[in-house]
């Protein structure tokens, strides 16, 4: 979907502008995507940072063996 954020070809129903020239019925289901898409991008961004969060986790060091006998 990001990809639909800079395509040329939606450039015509993306952005207040453009969708100022559509008619209304049009402008409101538009819009809903263009909403629907940026909240699914913020989703995907925040589950990014949160996978990215715990990759960069340091590795647990084991516990050090006991020693028995002489």
Same mark, same amino acid.
């Given at each position: ?13 993306? +952005? *207040? %502008?453009?969708? @100022? $020239?559509?008619? $209304? /019925? %049009?402008? +409101?289901?538009? &819009? ?6 940026? @909240?699914? +991008? =913020?989703? @995907?961004?925040? #589950? &990014?940072?949160? =996978?990215? +969060?715990?990759? /960069? @986790?340091?590795?647990?060091? !084991? /516990? !050090? =063996? %006991? #020693? *028995?006998? !002489?």
């Amino acid at each position: 979907m990001r990809h639909w954020l800079l395509d040329s070809d939606f450039a015509g129903v993306r +952005g *207040t %502008e453009a969708l @100022a $020239k559509l008619p $209304k /019925a %049009e402008q +409101g289901e538009w &819009t809903k995507l263009w909403q629907d898409v940026g @909240a699914l +991008g =913020k989703q @995907a961004a925040e #589950v &990014t940072a949160v =996978k990215q +969060g715990l990759d /960069a @986790a340091p590795e647990l060091v !084991p /516990a !050090p =063996k %006991e #020693v *028995t006998g !002489p």
